[in-house]
C-alpha cells in the first residue's frame, strides 16, 4: 500500500535551512547561536527521510542518555504528532526507539551508555545534537560505525553552539575546508519561528555568551569566573542535600540541588525551563519529591515563595542576599572543588561562559557579566545561604 502524505517543506522550514533537504555531504555541520533553528530542522531532514527512503537505521545521538530524552526523542514524537502521522509509527518509549512502518528505525542513544551504543549495528546515518558535548574520540568512534553499502547515502549531521574556538568540533570542522563537509552558521536572526521574548534574551548577552549565543561566533572564555569544575557522572548519594531556586519566566525558573561535603560542592540542574508559571514549576517540583527538602529561592518573589510553601514544600525559605554577597559567595565556591552533574547541560553552558566584565580599558572588573547565569544564581543562592558562614563578616548585610 502506498501511502501520500503532504507536507508542504517550504512552509514549515526555515529558508536558509531549505536548501540542506538535498545535501548529500557525510558531514552536514550545523552551528552558531542559539535557537536558530538547528535542531528543529535536523528532525525535519531525518523524519523525511525515514518517510522517503527504505533502509534505514538512523541514530540520534548526545552524551547523556537521559538529557536525549527530554530533548531529540521528544521532539521526533513532537513533530509526528504535528504532521499526523502517529498511525505509521510506533515508537517505544523505555528503548528509545521509533520504528517506520516500512522498517526505518530511529535509535536514541547516548555516549553514556556504551552497551546501547554497541548493540545498534548498521547504522546508515547519525545526528550528533550538542556534538561540543562529546569528546573527539567519542566523535570518531560514531564515524568509523558508519561505513559500508548502504541504499541512500549516509549523512552525520552535528549541531553545536561553538562554546570554544579549541572545541574539537571547531577546529575540526570550522578550520580549512575540511572534506566532504557542507557547513553552516545560522542564529537566532536566521529562524523566522523565534519567539519575541527569546529573541530579546539574547539580544540583551554580553561576553563570551553574547559571541557564542547571539552571534553564533566561536567562543574564548576570558576572566572565566569558575575554573574549579569539572564534570562528573552521579550526584553522590546523600540525604543532605539543599536546593537553590532563581525564579524566571521569559528567563528560565532554574532549581539546582546542592550538596557541599568537606570542600567538594554538587550541583545537579533538576528544573530548567523557560515560560513556566508558578503553578508549573510546582507540578515539576512535585514530580521531584522534595517536598521534605530544604530550598532556597531567590528572595525577591516572596509571592512566589509563599505560593510554592502552600502546595506542600514547608521547607522553601528566602536566600540570603545583601551587598557584597555575589562577590562573597563566588569567592566561597571558588575556594571549593565544584563538580556538575553529566546531565546538567544548561549549568555547563552556564559555566563555559560565565565571566567577570572587563572595563573599556581592559581591566577586569569584580562584576560578573549578567548573561546567561540563572543556574549559576540558582546554585549559589543554596550554597551562600547554607554553606556560608557570613558571622563575622561585615561587608554582608542581609535584607
Ligand atoms: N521549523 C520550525 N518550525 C517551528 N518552530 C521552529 C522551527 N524551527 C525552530 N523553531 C522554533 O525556534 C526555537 C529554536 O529552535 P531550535 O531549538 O531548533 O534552535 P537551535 O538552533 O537548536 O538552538 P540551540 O543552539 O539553543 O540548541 C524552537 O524552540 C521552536 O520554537
Ligand atoms: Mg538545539
Given at each position: 500500500m502506498k501511502t501520500t502524505i503532504n507536507i508542504n517543506l517550504k512552509n514549515i522550514t526555515n529558508d536558509i535551512f531549505?536548501?540542506?533537504?538535498k545535501n548529500t555531504s557525510r558531514y552536514l555541520v550545523l552551528y552558531g547561536?542559539?535557537?536558530?533553528?538547528k535542531s528543529y530542522f535536523s528532525v525535519e531532514k531525518n523524519l523525511i527521510r525515514i518517510l522517503k527512503e527504505e533502509g534505514h537505521r538512523i541514530l540520534i545521538v548526545r552524551k547523556v542518555a537521559r538529557t536525549l530524552r527530554r530533548s531529540c526523542f521528544q521532539l521526533f514524537l513532537d513533530y509526528i504528532s504535528r504532521w499526523n502521522i502517529e498511525s505509521l509509527f510506533v515508537a517505544n518509549k523505555s528503548d528509545m526507539t521509533i520504528k517506520y512502518c516500512n522498517g526505518n528505525m530511529v535509535y536514541f542513544a547516548g555516549i553514556d551508555d556504551p552497551e546501547k551504543m554497541k548493540s545498534?549495528?548498521?547504522?546508515t546515518s547519525v545526528w550528533v545534537e550538542?556534538?561540543?558535548?562529546?569528546?573527539l574520540n567519542d566523535f570518531n568512534e560514531i564515524d568509523r560505525r558508519v561505513r559500508g553499502e548502504t541504499k541512500h547515502y549516509k549523512q552525520i549531521i552535528l549541531s553545536f553552539?561553538?562554546?570554544?574556538?579549541?572545541n574539537w568540533a571547531c577546529t575540526r570542522f570550522l578550520e580549512g575546508t575540511p572534506k566532504n563537509t557542507t557547513v553552516l552558521k545560522t542564529t537566532?536572526?536566521?529562524?523566522?519561528?523565534?519567539d519575541s521574548e527569546y529573541k530579546e534574551i539574547l539580544e540583551a548577552y554580553t561576553g563570551n555568551a553574547r559571541m557564542v549565543y547571539t552571534l553564533g561566533n566561536p567562543g574564548k572564555l576570558e576572566h572565566?569566573?569558575?575554573?574549579?569544575w569539572d564534570i562528573v557522572d552521579e550526584f553522590p548519594d546523600t540525604d543532605k542535600d539543599i536546593y537553590g531556586l532563581d525564579f524566571g519566566y521569559i528567563h528560565p525558573n532554574a532549581l539546582v540541588r546542592v550538596y557541599l561535603d568537606e570542600k567538594d560542592l554538587y550541583w545537579d540542574e533538576v528544573i530548567y525551563k523557560r515560560k513556566q508559571t508558578i503553578p508549573d514549576l510546582i507540578e515539576d517540583m512535585e514530580a521531584e519529591k522534595i517536598q521534605k527538602k530544604l530550598i532556597y529561592a531567590d528572595n525577591e518573589k516572596p509571592e512566589a515563595i509563599e505560593e510554592i510553601k502552600q502546595a506542600g514544600f514547608y521547607n522553601i525559605l528566602p536566600c540570603k542576599k545583601g551587598k557584597g554577597s555575589v562577590e562573597e559567595g563566588i569567592q566561597f565556591i571558588q575556594g571549593l572543588k565544584l563538580h556538575i552533574t553529566k546531565r546538567s547541560t544548561n549549568l555547563i553552558k552556564e559555566a563555559q561562559s560565565y565571566q567577570r566584565k572587563v572595563d573599556k580599558d581592559g581591566n577586569v572588573l569584580e562584576a560578573v557579566e549578567k548573561s546567561n547565569d540563572d543556574g549559576m544564581d540558582a546554585g549559589r543562592y543554596g550554597v551562600f545561604t547554607h554553606?556560608?558562614?557570613?558571622?563575622?563578616?561585615?561587608?554582608v548585610r542581609w535584607i
Open positions: 531549505y536548501p540542506l533537504y547561536g542559539a535557537g536558530s533553528g545498534i549495528e548498521g547504522i550538542e556534538a561540543s558535548e562529546l569528546s553552539n561553538p562554546i570554544s574556538a579549541l537566532y536572526l536566521d529562524n523566522r519561528f523565534i572565566a569566573v569558575f575554573s574549579n554553606y556560608y558562614n557570613p558571622e563575622g563578616s561585615p561587608s
